[in-house]
C-alpha cells in the first residue's frame, strides 16, 4: 500500500465548512457553521456564507504545518446542497492544483460510514446513518455500502428541524427537542415502518397540529421516530446476519437515541458502537481520514472529471479499500436454538405440525408503544393472512390467536433468500401479483418472508404483520421497492433476479406496469431531496 502522507479534507454540503488534517490521526479540525438568521438552512446563502469563511478555515486547519507535507486534496462531492458543494469543489481543485498532488472526491455518507468505523475500531457494522438530510440503514457487502433501507420521504433531522421551527424553536431543533422531551411524557403519533423502510411525514404533521403541552409533543416524537429507526435496524441486523450497530450522523448526537439502540443490540448480543460527538455530525476530518484511505487504494479523480454530485448516493461508491466479506453473511442469520427461530421482532417456536409466533416485547419502546404495536400486528397478521389465503396466496393456515400470538401451519422448506433462483423469484412474483390483485399489501416483503416449501417448491409468504389493505399504487410500489432492496442488498445478480420477479408478477396482475413504474419513481425519490 503506498504511504500517503498527510490529506487536507474539506467538508461543506450544508450547515458546516470545516478543513482538517489527517496523517496518521487527526492532526487539526477547524469549523465555521453557518446558521440561518431565521428559517431553515438557505442553500445559496450557505454557499455565501462557506465562500467567505473559506480562506480562514483552510488556513486555521493548516497553521502550523508544513504544507510539503500534504499528498492530497479531499473534498465532499455529494450528496449536498448544490451551491455549496460547488463552492467547496472550487477551493478543493485550486489547492490540488497549487500543491500540484491528487484530488479525492469523497461520497459524504460513505465519510460519516468511514470515521465511524476508525474511531469506535469496528470491523463490519449496520450502520444506522440519521442525519439532516439523510436517514439510511447501511450495510458492506460485495464492494458497495448497501442500502438495506431508508427515508421514504425527509431525513429525520430535517423532519425535527422542520417541527422545531413550526414550533417557534431556532434551527436546528434537535438539541432543543431533546431537552424538551426528557422533561414530557409522550404522547402518540403515527408509526410508519414499511420492510426496511421508514417516513418520517406522517408523525411531523400529527406534531404539529397537535395541541398537547411542547414537552410531551418533543418525547412523542422522539420515542416514535427513534423505535421507527431502532426497528428497522433490527431488522437489518438479523436479515445481514452482522452484529455490530454503528450509529452516525447528526442525530446520533441524541442521548435517547443512543440508548434505545444500545437496549436493542443488548438484548440482541450485538455490540453498539458511536462515535465522540465532534466526529458524529458533519465534520472535515472524516472527508480527510476517508479520501487518506480512497488515496492509498487509488481512487483519486482528474480535475477536469471532479464536477460535485448532489445525488450522489451511498451505493453508487465502489468501495475498493476494504475486502469483500466473500459469501453472502447469512451465516448468523436468524439465531435458531432448541428449535425455536429469533427474527427482528418475534420467536418462532416449533410444536409438532404447528409453529407459534410471538411477539417480544421490546425493552427499547415506551411501553405503550410497545404493547399497541405487538397488539395491532398480531390481530393484522391473523386477519390478513387468511385474507391472502382467499386470494389464491400460499400461507400457513392459522390455527389460534391470542393478545401476542399466533399458532401456524409448519412449513417446511428454505427461506427464499438461500434459494434465489430466477424460477423461485418469477414465482414470489406471481404470487406477489394475486395479492395486491387482491388489494393487499404485505408491507414487509423480503426475501426472508418467502418459504419455498420442502419437496414441491411453492412460494408461501409469511410474516404479515406489517401488512394492510390498499388498492394505491403507491403502497403496491413501496411493496415491490422493499422486495428490490433485499434483491439488491444481497444477491449480485440481482437485475436477472429483478427481471423474473417483473415477469411473474404481469402473469397475475394487470396493473403490473403501473406498479413497477412507480417503483422506478419510489427509488429516484430515495436520492437526496432539497
Ligand atoms: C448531506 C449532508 O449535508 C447532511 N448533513 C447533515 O445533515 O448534517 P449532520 O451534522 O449530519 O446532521 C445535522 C442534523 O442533526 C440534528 N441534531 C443535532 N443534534 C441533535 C440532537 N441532540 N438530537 C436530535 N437531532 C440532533 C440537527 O437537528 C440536524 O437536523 C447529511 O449527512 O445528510
Ligand atoms: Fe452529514
Known amino acids: ?105 469523497v461520497n459524504h455518507c460513505v465519510a460519516h460510514v468511514e470515521i465511524g468505523r476508525w474511531q469506535c475500531g469496528c470491523d463490519d457494522p449496520v450502520v444506522l446513518y440519521a442525519s439532516g438530510a439523510n436517514t439510511q440503514v447501511l450495510g458492506f457487502l460485495k464492494s458497495r455500502y448497501r442500502i438495506f433501507g ?3 420521504d425527509i431525513g429525520l433531522g430535517n423532519c425535527l428541524d422542520k417541527f422545531a421551527r413550526s414550533k417557534g424553536m431556532p434551527h436546528p431543533g434537535g438539541p432543543l427537542i431533546e431537552k424538551l422531551a426528557s422533561e414530557g411524557d409522550p404522547v402518540e ?33 422522539q420515542e416514535t421516530a427513534f423505535a421507527m429507526c431502532v426497528e428497522v435496524t433490527e431488522r437489518a441486523l438479523a436479515h445481514s446476519g ?4 454503528l450509529l452516525v450522523g447528526g442525530v446520533g448526537a441524541n442521548s435517547r437515541l443512543r440508548e434505545m439502540l444500545g437496549e436493542m443490540c443488548d438484548e440482541r448480543g450485538a455490540t453498539f458502537y458511536v462515535p465522540e460527538k465532534k466526529y458524529i455530525g458533519d465534520n472535515g476530518a472524516m472527508i480527510a481520514l476517508t ?28 468501495v475498493f479499500w476494504r475486502n469483500d466479506t466473500g459469501d453472502l453473511p447469512y451465516a448468523r ?3 435458531i436454538e432448541n428449535g425455536q427461530a429469533r427474527g427482528a421482532e418475534a420467536v418462532v417456536t416449533t410444536l409438532g405440525d404447528n409453529v407459534v409466533k410471538k411477539r417480544l416485547s421490546k425493552r427499547y419502546r415506551n411501553p405503550s408503544l410497545d404493547k399497541r404495536l405487538i397488539a395491532e400486528r398480531t390481530r393484522a397478521e391473523a386477519r390478513l393472512i387468511s385474507m391472502a389465503r382467499r386470494c389464491g396466496v400460499p400461507t400457513p393456515i392459522v390455527r389460534d390467536v391470542t393478545a401476542d400470538s399466533l399458532v401456524m401451519e409448519n412449513i417446511s422448506g428454505n427461506m427464499l433468500k438461500l434459494e434465489l433462483t430466477c424460477g423461485n423469484v418469477l414465482a414470489a412474483g406471481e404470487m406477489v401479483g394475486r ?34 389493505i390498499s388498492s394505491e399504487i403507491e403502497s403496491r410500489g413501496v411493496d415491490v421497492h422493499v422486495f428490490f432492496q433485499t434483491l439488491e442488498s444481497t444477491a449480485p445478480d440481482h437485475g436477472k ?21 412507480r417503483v422506478e419513481e419510489i427509488r429516484a425519490r430515495g436520492r437526496y431531496l432539497h
Open 189 to 221: 403519533l403515527p408509526y410508519t415502518v414499511k420492510g426496511m423502510d421508514l417516513a418520517f411525514s406522517g408523525i411531523m404533521s400529527a406534531a404539529k397540529d397537535c395541541k398537547a403541552p411542547l414537552e410531551d409533543v418533543c418525547a412523542g416524537f
Open 291 to 318: 479520501g487518506k484511505i480512497m488515496l492509498e487504494a487509488g481512487q483519486t479523480i482528474p480535475v477536469f472529471d471532479s464536477a460535485v454530485n448532489p445525488g450522489y448516493r451511498s451505493d453508487d461508491v465502489e
Open 1 to 105: 500500500m503506498p504511504e500517503s502522507g498527510q490529506i487536507l479534507g474539506i467538508e461543506g454540503t450544508a450547515w458546516n465548512l470545516s478543513a482538517a488534517l489527517f496523517g496518521e490521526d487527526v492532526i487539526s479540525l477547524f469549523s465555521r457553521p453557518y446558521s440561518p438568521p431565521s428559517g431553515g438552512i438557505h442553500p445559496r446563502e450557505a454557499s455565501q456564507h462557506h465562500a467567505s469563511a473559506m480562506k480562514e478555515v483552510i488556513e486555521k486547519a493548516l497553521l502550523g504545518q508544513d504544507i510539503h507535507k500534504i499528498k492530497g486534496i479531499a473534498f465532499s462531492r455529494g450528496p449536498g446542497l448544490g451551491p455549496c458543494l460547488r463552492t467547496v469543489g472550487t477551493a478543493a481543485r485550486s489547492l490540488a492544483l497549487a500543491l500540484d498532488v491528487p484530488l479525492i472526491g
Open 435 to 468: 395479492l395486491h390483485c387482491g388489494g393487499i399489501i404485505h408491507g414487509d416483503l423480503t426475501t426472508s418472508n418467502i418459504i419455498v416449501r420442502e419437496g414441491s417448491g411453492q412460494c408461501v409468504l409469511i410474516d404479515f404483520g406489517l401488512s394492510y
Open 242 to 245: 452482522k452484529d455490530e450497530v
Open 150 to 152: 431508508e427515508t421514504l
Open 333 to 335: 442469520a436468524n439465531l
Open 497 to 517: 433476479l429483478r427481471d423474473s420477479f417483473c415477469e411473474g408478477y404481469r402473469n397475475t396482475f394487470e396493473c403490473a406496469d403501473q406498479v413497477l413504474e
